[in-house]
């Protein structure tokens, strides 16, 4: 259940000088409302339309609207659209209808709270793309673009006495989109996660409000702070005056800073009809230097605290304008050494752990506290940046939310690698400006990035800097490029091996070669079964068809690798039995994939790994690829792999050379630490135990002990001579093939017709091969035999391999050597083998599933973090967790409420003598049967051996449960339907 709510006309009358005095769609619509807006076509009005600026025109036969919002959202809400969310509805609107200019129309009475002798104002915050305003029949002005504020003085056109007429016509954004149309939603258009809007994301997308004031207005002002030392800050307040009388102005700035109750006034004269910035710092004022301030800190290294200042221009003894801005007090720096881009705040460097962005909800849904809620989870996950992607979110609440949340935001520009120029360079730049000065005051703001994947057009890319070096002051850092310059690219966008990620290099487009910083890299991440549900037509369910690609699980989406996804599914846990085996078992998938993709990175922490942005970290539209929750918020197996991975301080194993790793990404030094790993089979037996202590400093990985974990041995191939037709300089001996370390690796050079071998050591019968592949696998390549390593015979051709893990049977047949053959690269690198296997007959020996868990605990005893994983002995075979048994728990739970929220304590308890694997919480509501979504949750898809158990807390809004009726669905993965 989305948290969306329609807002709209609201006017509030308040009495006191120059506050908003009425704000559309910032408050619900109760009983007594009686300003709404309504929404034509202008091509339906006609002549008529010089009859829309007038009172008295009737809008009986328009569609009520939402603003802030989309005209092809109005028309879903009117129910002349079908749910857009559900099967293939959105692909059959005619765009016809909605790609073309609208008239937005409302009125409204003269607010109380306007007093004589004070200036109204009608205040706009963004449309989308451009739009003419109208009050009472006066042209107001033009707005171009959905970041250009308008402010119109409409005191003289505003009738106290009757119906005042607001109307505004709303031009789309046209065809192309990207970067023609830019600023807008390049997105739009359709993209490989979201499909074509109608009418491209048109409407008055953000807050139309009223506003008072005096003769002199505040202007943006703005607050910079630097941080010399942890135990002093220096601020810095430019704020501009605005006089629009025909008279000097002289009066006076007071302004208040909490906590502290800092207080500072200064006299100013504004000239007639000037605009000018004025500057305070600390050569005046002393009070600016803040002795031990509270330091704003990203998520994990430390509280994000923030502070407010209230300013008020006073003229004459009356006050003539107010403003309030929060800010935090922080200083950023950076650098490239070894060509890595790292980020510092207040002198510490940070290890980035983040997320995409690609749209905050794909009709522009999400508004005010939903933000709050997305960036909370974003904190529970243990994230510490956001990329907003592209520009594409615009509300001030999702800046607010990661201000308050300790996340930092990789801030983009709307350019998308496309060489050409907006429409309108002068139009985008002043957009771009605009977004600075709205947008500076945020200490979540940390990076300033021109162009998605690509260099902004000359001359934008000189403008850009220019306008950060001006309107910032350069306290943030231009990046032109999203993958390139001291970053390591981005992508891929599918899912690999978890030890792929561990290994040298999980290669990017674009960019360097290495972890470094990594702005972009992900995976298809499937829904759950009940989510599936909720988007997707029965009749649709399964097999897969063609109805899943409208979801994006299909050629729509081939960055996502979707067959790859599905053929790892199939491998790893043995295929689906139907659409409920193929989503529990993708969440399996999803939760090891998305754990190693951050270990991974934090496994090689300032050992070339500077951060890393998972693609994407939220989700837009109901779909099957880049999310780690979805779109009902069901907290998938990514959102908890991610969530365990990003553990500020975290112990965990890696998967390419068995060692265990200390990871410390706080500010905090740890000493007196033990770490501790058990190896357990299936059965829940222990097989080994390792323990060390050791010391974790602040910001760095430590390695504590390596693993001795055993492979299959019916391998004719284990640790037996391997010889190749080249090796590339990245990568190791051709002998990691057979050395039974599935994190090790061979790869070519970058050429087709490369081989590699196996010398037997004897003649052997041999029936089957087993190739693990890396990302850069062979397409088509041949198996080939030989008693003498000169003279091959072809035993097998695979002519369109999908990489991953494949399987060659073949007739029986007498060799010494076995061969691969490449005969075409699937990528543009050379093909790379993590192990070759031999078999006689087909594998003989069952793998065996090990289960690994991992503590890390102080010397008192306590652990501070916890870490479980299943491996295999033979590289990624997990089928034989399908022969765990039915278990049945015990579960005991009370619902409590604190506030606005309820909470339901529960204990799980595994009283069998069987492992509970992977169990799956979930509340839902008795009385209607619905999942209690959205809630946070401590813990999810976890393990539990005999008698062990686990207390789960589920927090949510007490209005998503009217009653204390619920239920909790528990259910291992042993469980599953068969």
Known sequence: MKLNKRYLFTLLALATAHVVVAQINKYPLDSDQQNIWFVAPQAEIGKDSINVLKAGYTTTKWIKATVPGIVFNDYVNAGIEKDPNFGDNIYNVDKRKYDRNFWYRTTFKAPAGHQNGQKLWLNFEGVNRKADIYFNGTYLGKLDGFMHRGKFD??????????????????????????????TYISSASWDWMPYVPGLLMGITDNVYLSTSGSVTLVDPWIRTKVPSLNQANLQLQVELSNTTGA?????????????????????????????????????????????????????YGEPNLYSCELKYTVDGKISDTKKITFGIKEYSYDTLGNVFHISINGKRI??????????????????????????????????????????????????????YGLMIWDDFWLNSHKNLPRDIFAFNQNAVEK????????????????????PEPPLNAWLAENVKTFDAGDRWYQANSHSDALTGSGPWTNFDPQWYFTKYPGGFGGDRGWGMRTEIGTAVFTTFDSFKKFMPKENWWPRDEMWDKHFFGKSAANAGPDRYEESINHRYGKATGIEDFCLKAQLLNIETNKALYEGWLHHMWNDASGVMTWMSQSAYPSFVWQTYDYYYDLNGAYWGVKKACEPLHIQWSYADNSVKVINSTGKNYDNLKAVAEVYNIKGQKLKGYNQTLVSASNTATESFLMDLYTVTDNLAYQKKVVASSTSAEAGSATAITDGNSGSRWTSTYQDNQWVYVDLGKIE????VIIEWEAAY????KIQVSDDATQWKDVAIENNSDGGSDRITFAKTNARYVRMQTLKRATEYGVSIYEFEVYTTQRTKSPEVQLIKLFLEDEKGKVLSDNFYWRSSAHNDYTQLNTL?????????????????????AKIKNTSNEIAFAIKVQAIDAETGERILPAMMNDDYFTLFKNESKDIEITFDANLLKSNKYKLEVTPYNNRKR
């Open 154 to 183: 409409i005191t003289n056109l505003l009738d106290k006495g009757k119906e005042n007429v607001l109307a505004v016509l709303v031009h789309w954004p046209q065809t192309p989109i990207p970067n023609y149309a830019s600023p």
């Open 248 to 300: 000097d102005k002289e009066g006076e700035l007071t302004g208040v800073i909490q906590p502290g109750n800092i207080t500072f006034s200064q006299k100013m004269k504004i000239e007639a009809y000037q605009q000018r910035t004025f500057t305070l710092d600390t050569s005046k004022f002393k009070q600016f230097i803040i002795n031990n301030p509270k330091l704003w800190w990203p998520n994990g």
């Open 351 to 404: 290890f980035v752990k983040g997320g995409n962005w690609g749209m905050s909800e794909y009709l522009l849904r999400c508004r005010g506290d939903e933000y709050d809620l997305k960036l909370k989870l974003h904190k529970d996950m243990n994230l510490n940046m956001v990329r907003n992607w592209i520009g594409s979110v615009t509300d001030a609440e999702f800046y607010e939310a990661c201000d308050k």
């Open 436 to 455: 600075i000065k709205r947008y500076r005051n945020h200490p979540s703001v940390a990076v300033w990035c021109g162009d998605n994947e690509g260099y």
């Open 765 to 768: 019968p041999v029936r089957q």
């Open 778 to 781: 062979a397409k088509a390549y």
């Open 885 to 905: 048994v039915p278990v049945k728990l015990n579960v005991s739970s009370k619902i409590s409420s604190k506030g606005n929220q309820k909470i339901i304590a």
